[in-house]
């Protein structure tokens, strides 16, 4: 049993492996929270609250007489909103009488074994059989509002899962203007936030700071999760490092706008609203109706490592789905950086020739391959495939490839339309737009307006159609715009505020459907790069292209960035050319390779230009990359540099869950001349400890061949040599 209710003291506990959260229901009605954090045992948590008479809080009127009593300071699990708690809220509403005030006070709850899935939502699944659920059922009795906190416990993975259901049991419609899945009041503390931002070609940095007293927003109103915010933060002790600490991670299910506040109060504490952003949000809830929100997974772990070895663990076990969520991916060769729009038949032939002469099975024809593509100004829409370039069409050339011994993968990005598109000819509301208004272009595309069924059938299929007639293996989905002006030529003025979602709902829909239908196919998420590498999208899709930039270097910190929540599965990386695309810098192979190994590799790259000798090389990549696949899709992840570290190298290991094996890589990028050495100290099981059968040691750094690997104790040092051949090298 995982969830516990104490009645005489109207006490919950939700006990996990390792941690306990503790609500309790007070004379009040209200539901208090009381504790989130390392594992305490059933002792009523409510002494590290204290009541005192505080100035300019205020007292709801039952309580009048106790001047102590103020909502403004309670920790709370569904704040009120407009009567006395002047913290940020995750609620607001405007009721039929025109207010904005809402109370919720504790009615009855519901505790059961398993979960029900969200309905129209992405949510995780329990994989084990394990789970239990508590809906706590509130009520606001004058706005005639229900809200059902839902939290399903994940025992052993030591996640709670919350989200939030408002029904309107009123006669009348009421406007939701903001609808969060989980405030969460935080037990007292020295609490810093870790978060990832980002830019495109540059997502997931991680930033550390220090709360202000104040609110800290991180949101997108792009129309997506987005490069700029991930929709995953942590809050960690100051104190916080990999090894300790207290760390509370928070992690959203949804692709569309959203946004985390955190707020350092006058009192010093700390409150986090999380779920779809109000900004543009409005939805009618009608009589008898009920709005569902996004859910938001919590973990709570002593130090980062651990913190992200739960998330990582329960991405991989409860998140993602079908037949690629535990098996090996494909390693692939994907056109894009090799001819970009420029494709012929008989280029790509070459291309994919050479790759699979080096041991590669899956190519992918990214862009560039239907009518009106020439560059990206156009063709979008339509999905018909451009004889020009490709004489025999799809299926002559899926069948030379085939014929090769590999598999196929193809591109799309069915989220957008391009002017002069048969489709948007035919269709011209089909866009997002405001009328009367020239919308704001980018990429020269259009959003299609997937909150209307007609148009996610038309999708539907399209992309059946496509994976039915050819022998398609594999789909890379694009989103390459923010989205704009968003409005719907379907639905009246009073709903244009709940677009944004339908939209998503839309999406989640038309991707459910293809992947039950397709479950052989192996779906990539895409939005240039990890404009929407969230946990919402890897439900569907188990793998997500993490970033356009290619160039190494600037990946380690991308892909550091997105360890702390993802694992590598998740995360698409290949080896490109040098000098890179995107920055102009100069690597070696062996570095890039070492880099695409921390994800689920391939390779983008005219490999028709390369020399003997790369070819060669890269056909050991291959070959090692078949030999690590497997611990690095389910061993255990550790970072061995920190941000500090990172201007000078990275490292970071992976060790089989028995222990008896390991990787660790690492990447020299400034090898500073007479400098000192670098000195890497794996972690993990003792067993798994370099120097032990079994242990790879990859190093590829700026000038691999002039640096020098070995092994004292329990640390690698790593300095200027000229003993180190690069590569695979087993102690
Ligand atoms: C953005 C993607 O991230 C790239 O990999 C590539 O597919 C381009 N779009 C194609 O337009």
Redesign the pocket.
């Known amino acids: 049993m995982s969830v516990h209710y104490h009645e005489s003291e109207g006490l919950f506990v939700l006990e996990t492996a390792r941690t306990v959260y503790q609500m309790k229901v007070d004379g009040a009605g209200v539901l208090r929270h009381l504790y989130y954090g390392m594992a305490c045992g059933h002792e009523d948590m409510s002494y590290l609250y204290r009541s005192y008479d505080r100035g300019f809080s205020g007292n709801p009127y039952a309580q009048r007489d106790d001047r102590a009593y103020s909502l403004d300071t309670l920790p709370q699990e569904f704040p009120s909103c407009g009567v006395g708690d002047y913290r940020v809220s995750g609620f607001r509403a405007v009721l039929p009488d025109g207010s904005r005030c809402a109370d919720f006070r504790y009615q009855t709850h519901a505790i059961f074994s398993g979960r029900k899935p969200l309905r129209g939502l992405p949510s995780a699944y329990d994989s084990d059989g394990e789970a239990e659920t508590l809906v706590i059922t509130l009520t606001d009795a004058c706005a005639r509002l229900a809200v059902r906190l839902t939290y399903v416990v994940f025992a052993s993975a030591d996640v709670i899962a919350r989200s939030v259901e408002i029904v309107n049991n009123g006669a009348q419609p009421v406007t939701l203007e903001k609808a969060s899945s989980a405030v969460l009041d935080l037990p007292p503390g020295d609490w810093e936030l870790l978060h990832f931002h980002g830019r495109h070609c540059m997502e997931r940095q991680p930033e550390r700071v220090p709360l202000f007293h104040g609110t800290l927003s991180l949101s997108s109103t792009r129309g997506m999760s987005s490069h700029q915010h991930n929709p995953f933060v942590i809050l960690c002790d100051r104190c916080a490092c990999e090894e300790s600490g207290d760390c509370c991670g928070i992690m959203l299910l949804y692709s569309g706008n959203h946004k985390t506040e955190v707020e350092r109060d006058q009192f010093d504490s700390v409150r986090v609203v999380t779920g779809i952003h109000d900004e543009g949000f409005a939805w009618q809830l009608g009589a008898g109706e009920s709005f569902q929100t996004p859910e938001v997974i919590l973990s709570f772990a002593d130090g980062l490592t651990a913190l992200s070895h739960r998330f990582h663990d329960f991405i991989r076990r409860s998140i993602l789905r079908g037949a690629y969520q535990n098996r090996r991916r494909p390693v692939l060769i994907?056109n894009?950086e090799a001819t970009y729009f420029d494709i012929t038949e008989e280029k790509v032939l070459a291309i994919a020739a050479k790759a699979r002469s080096l041991g590669i099975e899956l190519f992918v024809l990214?862009?560039g391959w239907f009518q009106n593509r020439s560059d990206?100004n156009a063709g979008l829409g339509d999905w018909e495939v451009d004889r020009k370039k490709l004489p025999h069409g799809l299926d002559g050339l899926i069948a030379q490839i085939n014929g090769m011994g590999m598999q196929f993968g193809l591109?799309l990005?069915p989220e957008m339309v391009s002017e002069g598109s048969a489709l948007l000819s035919a269709h011209p509301d089909w866009a997002l737009r405001c009328p009367g208004r020239a919308p704001s272009m980018s990429r020269c595309q259009l959003v299609l307006d997937l909150s209307r069924a007609e148009v996610q059938e038309y999708l539907y299929d399209k992309i059946a159609g496509l994976i039915t007639n050819y022998p398609i293996s594999y789909i890379?989905w694009?989103f390459?715009r923010s989205v704009s002006d968003v409005y719907s030529h379907a639905l009246p003025r009073e709903r244009q505020g709940e677009v944004m979602h339908r939209y998503y709902l839309g999406l989640y829909r038309l991707m459910e459907r293809l992947t039950a239908r397709f479950p052989q196919v192996l779906f990539e998420g895409?939005?240039?790069?990890g404009g929407r590498f969230d946990a919402g999208m890897l439900c569907y899709f188990p793998q997500i292209?993490c970033s356009?930039n290619t160039d190494p270097v600037a990946r380690l910190m991308i892909q550091y960035g997105t360890s702390f929540g993802y694992p590598s599965c998740t995360v698409g990386a290949h080896v490109s050319a040098s000098p890179n695309h995107q920055t102009g810098r100069h690597t070696p192979q062996a570095t890039r390779g070492v880099v695409a190994m921390a994800g689920v590799p391939g390779y983008e790259l005219d490999l028709t230009r390369l020399t003997e000798a790369e070819c060669r090389e890269i056909a050991e990549q291959v070959r090692r990359c078949r030999e690590t696949e497997a611990l690095v899709r389910e061993g255990v992840h550790y970072r061995l540099s920190g941000m500090r570290e990172m201007a000078r190298y990275a490292a970071w290991e992976y060790v089989s869950r028995d222990g008896t094996r390991a990787v660790l890589n690492l990447v020299v990028t400034d090898p500073a001349a007479n400098g000192m050495p670098v000195h890497v100290k794996p972690k993990g099981p003792r067993r798994a400890l370099p120097g032990r059968r079994g242990i790879h040691l990859h190093g590829a750094g700026a000038d691999e061949r002039r640096l020098h690997i070995r092994k004292t104790d329990r640390r690698l040092s790593v300095r200027r040599g000229d003993r180190h051949r690069g590569g695979l090298c087993a102690f």
């Open positions: 994907n894009w990214d862009d990206d591109w990005e890379k694009d390459n895409c939005a240039g790069g292209w356009d």
